[in-house]
């Protein structure tokens, strides 16, 4: 099953991923937590990716493209994955169907989880992730059981440093001007699927599950 999941910022996609990557049995690769990684571990992709990341600007697509077509040429990727905020830029998109067209394959679905803007600041602000193994919670909608630590490793969990009200609202407009047009790309495919995102976590999982049933076997 090749599947990307598309949508804002802070609609859910990592959230949901985790579940899909659990259920289906295939790779959860998100570009975002790969930049977090050589960030946090100041590798020189580190170093340039920072740059972007913190300013709520995409990082440069030749930089991004390469980093994904190594990822999915490693052996677990050859039964399938998700692609968790890739593309992100129609020139990303080009590039990973003549990526997979050139293996005689292509992608299941383009799965986008709708949300209104007027939820997104709310789940962003609200965001706590864990700098060791990466579990991610809200404060509200999905807190941890004793408050500032990971349930799963009992680190203290951090707010991401592009999670302040002015980045996101700057991601938002970089969602709108790049990241949106792929909508429309993936429709005229046929290969895009429409989840609602509003609702509880374990809900929307629902209705993710549904929606693949009748897309993958
Ligand atoms: P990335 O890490 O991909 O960030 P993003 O797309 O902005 O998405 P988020 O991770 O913020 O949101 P999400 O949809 O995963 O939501 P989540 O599940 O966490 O990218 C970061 C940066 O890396 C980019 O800005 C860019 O610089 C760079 N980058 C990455 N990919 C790139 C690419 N392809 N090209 C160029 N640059 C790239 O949920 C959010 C919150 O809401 C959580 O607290 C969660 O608990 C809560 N929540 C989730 N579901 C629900 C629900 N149903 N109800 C209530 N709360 C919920
Ligand atoms: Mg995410
Ligand atoms: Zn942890």
Redesign the pocket.
């Known amino acids: 099953m090749k599947i990307i999941?598309l949508?804002?910022?802070?609609?859910?996609?990592?959230?949901?991923?985790?579940f899909i990557s659990e259920e289906y049995s295939i790779p959860h690769i998100?570009?975002?937590?790969?930049?977090?990684k050589n960030i946090s571990e100041k590798t020189p992709l580190g170093v340039e990716?920072k740059k972007?990341?913190d300013?709520?600007?995409?990082?440069?697509?030749e930089?991004?493209i390469n980093i994904?077509k190594d990822r999915l040429g490693k052996d677990d990727c050859k039964e399938g994955f998700l692609l968790?905020?890739?593309?992100?830029?129609v020139n990303?998109a080009e590039a990973l169907d003549l990526f997979l067209n050139n293996k005689g394959q292509k992608i299941d679905t383009a799965l986008l989880?709708d949300?209104p803007k007027e939820?997104?600041l709310?789940?962003?602000t609200?965001?706590?992730?864990c700098p060791s193994c990466g579990a991610?919670?809200?404060?509200?909608?999905?807190p941890t059981k004793v408050e500032g630590k990971c349930d799963v490793c009992h680190s203290d969990v951090i707010q991401?440093k592009?999670?302040t009200e002015s980045t996101?609202k700057d991601?938002l407009d970089?969602?709108d001007e790049q990241?949106q047009p792929l909508i429309g790309y993936y429709k005229k495919q046929k290969a895009l699927s429409i989840v609602d995102?509003?609702?509880?976590?374990?809900?929307?999982f629902q209705r993710v599950k549904e929606s693949l049933k009748s897309i993958c076997k």
């Open positions: 999941l949508g804002p910022p802070g609609a859910g996609k990592g959230t949901q991923a985790k998100s570009t975002g937590d790969i930049f977090r990716a972007y990341l300013n709520g600007q995409l990082v440069p697509d930089v991004t994904v968790d905020g890739f593309p992100r830029t990303q989880i949300v939820l997104i709310e789940r962003m609200g965001r706590r992730v991610s919670y809200h404060v509200k909608f999905n991401r592009d999670d996101v991601r970089v969602y990241t995102g509003t609702g509880e976590i374990n809900e929307v």
